[in-house]
């Protein structure tokens, strides 16, 4: 699919996400069905180098579009990214008028393959950035650093049995970030396990000191999904500790590379997978306009 090459060109030049260039983020997210709708920007010979797309995305507090669009790199610098946005705000205002008056009308730019010059003409238009990743990548055939198991830990697969635990451990890490979402683990183990067809039970893993699950972490095909540690355990080596674990096993059974997100505003991990070995390699982000 043209989109689909589009978005792998634009990830190999700015880094990113590699989930924005599968065909279930292009589908669902550059294909919108109606009100939504999209727009392309073509070669004489036929080949795609702009396109971008908008749709409705209601929460219950307000109406909300989500806009997304990419740039073939060799186009750039050429208007293609202003005529685009502009081009999803005006389409984006036409959806939001049917917008009850006392609910807010909110624009929101999803972008995996985040650069500099993408920000910059999203804030030149009044765009907030509301969230960002950073996305890191460690080469699993560079050596491993010895990492010393804390006295007393052990680890556990995830199993179904242990869903409560994982979760548990879950709450507690990240309840007090930005943006959690406040799961039932119903919903969270539907969302990580059962509703991710590349969840890799077998690299997913428990941390407990004696029976007290202090850490977690949760793998897909290549990807650290989710790593945390009770606060009242941290700075013991416990996450670097899961870190090290996951990678030597996937690395025994064949995998050359791993990727993670971690959030901007999360120092404290980046410097920990930096010491690890992994390596930035591009950013993912959200941006809001809210309307007057």
Known sequence: MAINALATMCLTADGGHLLGATDIYIQQHYLPTWPGTSIGGFEMDGGLVACAAMQPTHVPEE????????VHPAYRRRGFGTFLLRWSIAEAGRLL???????????QITTETLTEAA?????????????AEDVMRRDLPDPLPDVLLPSGIRF??????????????YQAAFQERPGYPDWSQEEWVDWLATGD????????????HDDLPVG????ADRWIVQMGVRPEWRERGIGAALVMEVLGRFWAAGGDHVLLDVNVNNP?????????GFERVGR???????LT
């Open 268 to 276: 404290r991990a980046a410097r920990m997978y930096t010491q690890l």
């Open 284 to 290: 993912r982000a959200r941006y809001l306009r809210v």
């Open 156 to 169: 556990a697969t995830w199993a179904p049995a242990l869903a409560g635990q994982f979760f548990a451990v």
């Open 216 to 219: 977690f972490i949760v793998f």
């Open 97 to 107: 008028t049917a917008c009850p008056p006392d609910r807010p009308r909110v624009l």
């Open 63 to 70: 109406y909300r579009t989500t806009i997304v669009g990419q």
């Open 197 to 208: 067809d590349d969840f890799r039970s077998e690299f997913s893993l428990l941390c407990l």
């Open 119 to 131: 920000a910059y003409l999203f804030e030149k238009h009044r765009f907030t950035q509301q969230f």
